[in-house]
């Protein structure tokens, strides 16, 4: 794959909206000339090479405009006219995820009344921004209207509750579907599959008392509880301080011949590296291999994060050499385990460019992990290489990002250049911090 950086220079004299546009293209050439950027209407019969634009191409380039809606709505409209691209559900779904994020609600229902189909996943990306941005009577509105197009099933009210509860409305949930307002969605079963995306909710919230309260609930209701159930409580208890009641809630599935997951082995294997050690939790882990029981990335996290978390780094990288020979590939939270307890500034950049050559891109949490540590430490040439390293891989940085370099600079005392970068993420849309030190520069500026 090949990214197109075009030419600034070229780009402001052809369309201004486009200057800072990276497109990406798959199996073609890089296009030489101007006519193959936007708003230039090639000539006929031009034999310049056109990039081939097909699904991966435009989700790439969304990607990249992840943290700018106007230029992700500009290339998707413009990637239509030009090329005469048929937009997928991918790509529509993609389009209306990053407009609800910027909480451009009537332009993502505008895009959602001309797909011509959609699916369940379309659904949960409108719940999931409207529950994000704390409109629950607006979700809530809008599974009521999917009876229009036909699809006010039980598919998109679960997409809808789990929505409420993974963004902390867990509360209204709960009223939904438990409360007087269940007679809304009568015919619908509000069984355990419902009981445990609620008792993960009260998880997120933090709510620990709530949490047993809820798990007594579900047996006073006559909920079954499955593995799923147990997993979200054995989580609970590890979170809440009590790794121990895990553990025992372990016990207590292998006693009621519930066969377990992986996913449930890693949370024991959390819970028991806690309270009982790391090599406790190897141990488990040669129990869980030899019951069939196959580890995914998730589980060589786990591992990872406890041998950082007891100092024990260098068996750290000895797991991450050994998942490549496992064929478990790491991920990003793989790498950010590690970031995290290095101290010196050349090993955490050798990492970052080991993490690249890998095939594992970091994303935005990845460099704003990073720039805020150098910043803390008050190393700026890193802080620097790290955002150079982000805009060379075509991300464009959000407000934690801005602010993170902002926050460098300004406790190194370079207040005009993090004026600028402030400005320059205000222009975007971003929420800039309020500094006073800027603020106080303006003032003197006048």
């Known amino acids: 794959m090949l990214l197109i950086r075009r030419s600034t220079s070229i780009i402001s004299k052809i369309r201004p909206s486009f200057t800072l546009y990276h497109f990406?293209?798959?199996?073609?050439?890089?296009?030489?000339?101007?006519?193959?950027?936007?708003?230039?209407?090639?000539p006929k019969n031009s034999n310049f090479d056109?990039?081939?634009?097909?699904?991966?191409?435009?989700?790439?380039?969304?990607?990249?405009?992840?943290?700018?809606?106007?230029?992700?709505i500009d290339f998707f409209n413009w990637v239509e006219s030009e090329y005469g691209f048929k937009h997928t559900i991918d790509t529509y779904n993609h389009m209306i995820d990053i407009l609800g994020k910027f909480f451009e609600f009537e332009l993502a229902h505008q895009l959602f009344d001309k797909m011509p189909e959609r699916d369940h996943a379309t659904i949960r990306?409108?719940?999931?921004?409207?529950?994000?941005?704390?409109?629950?009577?607006?979700?809530?509105?809008?599974?009521?209207?999917?009876?229009?197009?036909?699809m006010n099933d039980e598919t998109s009210f679960l997409n809808l509750v789990d929505a409420l509860c993974e963004y902390?409305?867990?509360?209204?949930?709960?009223?939904?579907?438990?409360?007087?307002?269940?007679?809304?969605?009568?015919?619908?079963?509000?069984?355990?599959?419902v009981y445990n995306m609620i008792l993960r909710g009260w998880l997120k919230m933090g709510w620990w008392g709530k949490c047993r309260e809820f798990w007594e609930q579900m047996d006073e209701d006559g909920i079954a509880k499955d593995l799923y159930s147990y997993s979200i409580y054995m989580d609970i208890q590890c979170k809440s301080g009590k790794p121990w009641k895990a553990v025992k809630l372990y016990k207590e599935m292998k006693k009621k011949g519930i066969k377990l997951d992986v996913v449930a082995?890693?949370?024991?294997?959390?819970a028991v590296g806690v309270s009982e050690g790391v090599d406790v939790a190897v141990h488990l882990g040669r129990e869980m291999l030899e019951?069939?029981?196959?580890?995914?990335v998730v589980t060589y996290n786990t591992i990872i994060k406890l041998l950082c978390e007891n100092g024990r780094v260098r068996e750290a990288y000895k797991v991450l050499d050994k998942m490549w020979k496992r064929g478990c590939a790491p991920n990003v939270i793989t790498y950010h385990c590690i970031?995290?307890?290095?101290?010196?500034?050349?090993?955490?950049?050798?990492l970052l460019d080991r993490m690249i050559e890998s095939g594992v891109s970091p994303s935005m949490?990845?460099?704003?992990?990073?720039?805020?540590?150098?910043?803390?430490?008050?190393?700026?040439r890193p802080v620097f290489i790290v955002w150079g390293k982000m805009e060379d891989h075509g991300l464009s940085p959000n407000e934690f990002a801005y602010n993170a370099l902002i926050d460098a600079l300004v406790d190194k005392g370079m207040v005009d250049m993090a004026r600028k970068y402030d400005e320059e993420m205000l222009a975007k849309g971003l929420s800039a911090k309020l500094r006073p030190e800027l603020v106080k520069g303006e003032c003197d500026d006048g």
């Open 339 to 350: 970031f995290r307890c290095l101290d010196k500034p050349n090993e955490i950049l050798a």
């Open 50 to 72: 056109q990039p081939i634009v097909n699904q991966a191409t435009v989700l790439e380039t969304l990607t990249c405009y992840n943290n700018d809606w106007k230029r992700a």
């Open 265 to 270: 082995y890693n949370t024991v294997m959390r």
């Open 168 to 193: 902390k409305h867990v509360i209204e949930a709960e009223a939904l579907c438990l409360g007087s307002e269940k007679e809304k969605i009568l015919g619908f079963e509000i069984g355990t599959k």
């Open 24 to 42: 990406h293209t798959l199996q073609s050439k890089t296009p030489t000339n101007p006519t193959s950027f936007p708003g230039h209407q090639a």
């Open 125 to 150: 990306v409108m719940f999931k921004r409207y529950a994000s941005a704390h409109l629950v009577h607006e979700a809530i509105g809008v599974f009521e209207k999917l009876g229009e197009v036909g």
């Open 291 to 296: 019951l069939g029981c196959e580890p995914n």
């Open 365 to 380: 949490d990845t460099y704003v992990l990073l720039i805020k540590k150098f910043g803390r430490w008050g190393f700026l």
